[in-house]
Structure formats: structure tokens, C-alpha cells
């Protein structure tokens, strides 16, 4: 038996939109398969295990504004480390405004800046407390990727590794229609739901890079309630 080992960062924060699910489904995934699991959960001030262990998922959840700002002052210390990964096809799965972290910079209402990792040529931009909220679908390499969207800003600039191209609801801003962050095998998006069981075919994509002689596990109900989604959402 193989054993897989999952790190989600923060997750004393980042559990907005039960976006603890896609830790708990990609979980679920891998125990059906026959693997043995371990979840390694890493608080704010904690060292992260991917730092200087094996971690197969690095799971990154969106939080709110407030501690965004302190998650990136931690991040910045290890900024090496994650381009590392990055380089070396490390899974990393960033939801809902953990996207931001990889870019420029967060601008609050205020027009103050917050620098982040610096990665990619992009920037958030925060507004009012007036949330943009949407039900979103977009395509990547060949699969339709439902998602949610709950956000208090968007990014603007250049994008040269787009995740997404959207089919429905907005992009990185109101104005775009590519979405997210994948360079190699990090997948960054303003998506959440949680993604992953909202798009089993993605799970299986996703474990796939960490194992490729993975069989996928096909429950009936998810394939519905996928097909169900996708059709409610392009009709």
C-alpha cells in the first residue's frame, strides 16, 4: 500500500466556504483507492512540513482579509521553498484568495499595499464590503471546472500561466476570461465550493500527477451531481 501524504496550511483560517472539504474528499479518494493517508494540518506560526519533509498535496484554503495579511508575512519566509516545489512539480491546491498570494500585491480600499510572494506579474484589488458572489464554470485541458466564487476583489495585470478559460461568471476580474494560476502542477484559483467535490474528474487529475498508476474511484452520485451542475449552470 502506498501512502499519501496531504499538508493543509492554516486551516485554523483558512475554512471559508467549507473549503476543508477538498482535504476531506481528496482524502476520501485516496482511502477507497487503498492508500494510506496522512494529513499533516500546519498552524499560522508552525513551520511548514513541505519545508523539509515529503508532502505529495500542498492544500492552501481562502481565509478572511485579516489574517491574508498575516499569512503572507509567513509565506514570504519560505518563498524559496514553495518556488522549489513549483519547479519541481510539487501539487500545490490554492482556493478562493489564497490565489492572491502569488502575485504582486493585495491594495486595500485604502490604496495601502501589502507586497506578496511576487511570482507572477498580477495584483489584488480590494473594494467595498459589497461581496462579488457567482456560480462559475471554466474549461482546462478539456474538463469543465464548476466553482463558486465569494470575493472582496479581484486581480489585474499580466497572467502568463491561466488556469481557467471561463465559460461562465467572471474571470480574474470583471473584465477577463482566464482565471487562476497553473504552472506546472500548481493550480491556484479564485474557485471554491470546494472545488474538489464539486469536480471529481479534477480529483482524479490531480492524484494522477502524484501517482500515475492511480485507478480511479468512480461513485455513481458524483458523476450525477457533477453532470447536474454543469448542465444547470451552461443552459
Do not use: W
Not at 498552524?43 to 513541505?50: C, G, H, K, Q
Not at 501517482?211 to 448542465?231: G, T, W
Amino acid at each position: 500500500m502506498s501512502k499519501i501524504i496531504i499538508e493543509v496550511l492554516y486551516p485554523e483560517y483558512n475554512n471559508l466556504y467549507g473549503d476543508r472539504g477538498n482535504c476531506e474528499y481528496l482524502q476520501k479518494k485516496l482511502s477507497l483507492a487503498g492508500y494510506e493517508v496522512e494529513i499533516i494540518e500546519t498552524s499560522l506560526f508552525d513551520e511548514p512540513a513541505f519545508v523539509n519533509n515529503q508532502v505529495d498535496f500542498l492544500l492552501i484554503g481562502p481565509c478572511q482579509e485579516k489574517h491574508q495579511l498575516n499569512e503572507i508575512e509567513q509565506l514570504k519566509n519560505y518563498a524559496d521553498v514553495i518556488r522549489q516545489r513549483i519547479e519541481n512539480g510539487g501539487v500545490i491546491l490554492a482556493t478562493g484568495n489564497a490565489f492572491e498570494l502569488f502575485g504582486l500585491h493585495i491594495e486595500n480600499d485604502k490604496g495601502e499595499k501589502t507586497e506578496c510572494l511576487g511570482f507572477y506579474p498580477y495584483y489584488a484589488k480590494q473594494f467595498s464590503r459589497l461581496r462579488y458572489n457567482d456560480c462559475s464554470v471554466g474549461e482546462f485541458d478539456g474538463m469543465q471546472i464548476v466553482g463558486f466564487k465569494n470575493l472582496l476583489s479581484h486581480s489585474y495585470g499580466e497572467n502568463p500561466y491561466p488556469f481557467l478559460n471561463m465559460k461562465k461568471g467572471c474571470g480574474m476580474n470583471l473584465d477577463s476570461k482566464i482565471e487562476g494560476i497553473h504552472e506546472n502542477n500548481l493550480f491556484a484559483t479564485y474557485h471554491t465550493g470546494p472545488i474538489l467535490p464539486l469536480n471529481p474528474q479534477f480529483t482524479d487529475y490531480l492524484i494522477k500527477i502524484v501517482d500515475e498508476n492511480y485507478a480511479p474511484v468512480s461513485l455513481e452520485y458524483e458523476k450525477q451531481a457533477y453532470e447536474s451542475r454543469i448542465k444547470e449552470l451552461l443552459k
